[in-house]
């Protein structure tokens, strides 16, 4: 009797392993199965002797960007090559194909009752919202140089452009070791990755705060004479710019106005704006995080405070969280949350479609149009309406120093405002020097691709 009871426990206690395990079986298949489907060095899928199509990666108007269904075929032209480097990775895996590791289950057509078992069979298709000639168009206007540039359609959320330089053809991966200056940060998708310091770019953030908090700010006359005390020492300006108004003081980047400006909105108030925009806040989408920015004035001295209003201090931005930001300005108050996946679709069958989401309420429609009105001000008395091919634009530059011996990072950020081309924008060139004339060609060729690419 004490035998079979014995017996009879441990049957139990095995079963309940058993049960437990099962569980712990199924709820990894349920949670993980994608993710080793498609995970790079799975055997049964991609070095499996009967490797199935995994399909083809095209741009928003069907040019082949890669692929996939016999071993590893990128475009031919070199420059797109080059221009697709940070998202589609190269073929030594020093860079990762990102968007291939967040949709791979999808283009190789699996789902979790059905598995891998059409693979094999029909071939999947990612489409991208990115337009190859725009792509195109940005490196070449980069010229080489380090930086970034990016657009998107600020009412769908699809990029049309994101670049980031240097970069390599991934054909020809090239030994990175032996010219470090050159490939600086190569591995960097420096539009998601990267954070810099804004300089005047940021005097957005402080105009919307002022504007929101500021009664009568917009009928307000600032005096600039080049210089001014704020707490215990004294802002320089770039020039000495008299009285101005608060669209004036914008659009001539005057750091005396925008110093006193601070100071008066002080650092709380400022910090909480920051928060509101996103600056500090990370963006996902398409398995993909932009770095966040930095702002931090809990121990500034009043000055410093103030330098941060400016831009200065130890501000940083992330370029794509930044052209959200524009977007918002353009629609608003708040805008679309960016994208670059359209659609993944398996066969004839749709794994993955995009859809539009809006992002929080980043500032008031007040502000909004306001800073809008006074950012077209800027292109029209500062900047230039050539540059932005005859289309109803705002935008702010910025010039951040980077220390002896080195060029300013030139900055430059803004949207149109037009039905057809609802576009934000944001380029930054390091070591560029003056934000303005380093970035406005560049923003020009850009949107000049963008409106053939979107008709
Ligand atoms: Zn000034």
Redesign the pocket.
């Known amino acids: 009797m004490n035998k079979i009871a014995k017996r009879a426990w441990f049957t139990m206690v095995l079963a309940g392993v058993l049960v437990i395990g099962m569980l712990g079986v199924i709820a990894r298949y349920f949670t993980q199965a994608d993710e080793w489907v498609s995970f790079l060095s799975s055997p049964y899928i991609y070095r499996g002797e009967n490797s199935p199509d995994r399909g083809t990666v095209v741009d928003r108007d069907g040019t082949l960007l890669l692929d996939l269904t016999h071993g590893r075929q990128y475009a031919e032209s070199e420059t797109l090559r080059k221009a697709m480097l940070h998202l589609l990775g190269d073929s030594q895996g020093y860079i990762a194909p990102y968007l291939l590791d967040e949709y791979g289950d999808e283009m190789l057509g699996f789902d979790r009752v059905n598995g891998a078992y059409h693979a094999g069979q029909d071939s999947g298709t990612l489409k991208m919202t990115l337009s190859a000639d725009v792509q195109r168009a940005a490196l070449n206007a980069l010229g080489g140089q380090k930086g970034t540039v990016g657009v998107y359609n600020y009412k769908t959320g699809e990029i049309l452009c994101m670049v980031s330089g240097p970069t390599y053809d991934p054909l020809d991966v090239p030994d990175v070791a032996a010219d470090p200056d050159r490939y600086d940060g190569v591995y960097v998708n420096r539009f998601m990755h990267a954070v810099y310091a804004p300089g005047s770019t940021f005097k957005l953030v402080t105009a919307a705060a002022a504007l929101s908090e500021i009664d009568g700010i917009t009928s307000r006359t600032f005096h600039?004479e080049?210089s001014a005390q704020v707490g215990s020492e004294t802002v320089i300006?770039?020039?000495v710019?008299g009285d101005v108004t608060f669209a004036q003081a914008l659009a001539?980047s005057?750091?005396?106005?925008f110093a006193e400006l601070a100071a008066e909105l002080g650092p709380e108030t400022l910090t909480r704006y920051v928060e509101k925009i996103g600056i500090t806040d990370s963006l996902s989408f398409d398995g993909l995080e932009t770095k966040r920015g930095h702002f931090d004035v809990s121990d500034a001295t009043t000055y410093e405070a103030a330098w941060a209003g400016v831009g200065q201090y130890t501000d940083q931005i992330n370029p794509c969280q930044f052209m959200v930001f524009m977007g918002a300005i353009a629609n608003g108050g708040t805008a679309a949350m960016p994208y670059l996946v359209e659609e993944v679709t398996f066969g004839d069958s749709e794994k993955y479609s995009a859809k539009t989401q809006m992002t929080d309420r980043l500032l008031s429609r007040d502000a909004a149009d306001a800073l809008a009105e006074m950012m077209h001000y800027a292109v029209v008395n500062t900047y230039g309406e050539w540059y932005f091919s005859g289309l109803y634009a705002g935008a702010k530059s910025g010039t951040a120093e980077r220390g002896e011996g080195l060029a300013a990072n030139a900055l430059f950020a803004g949207f149109v405002q037009d039905p057809d081309y609802p576009l934000a924008f944001v380029v930054v060139v390091e070591g560029g020097g003056a934000g303005s004339s380093a970035c406005t060609p560049i923003v020009q060729q850009v949107l000049n691709a963008c409106i053939v690419a979107m008709d």
Do not use: E, I
């Not at 005057?254 to 106005?257: D, G, M, T």
């Open positions: 600039c080049g300006c770039n020039g710019h001539k005057c750091n005396v106005a």
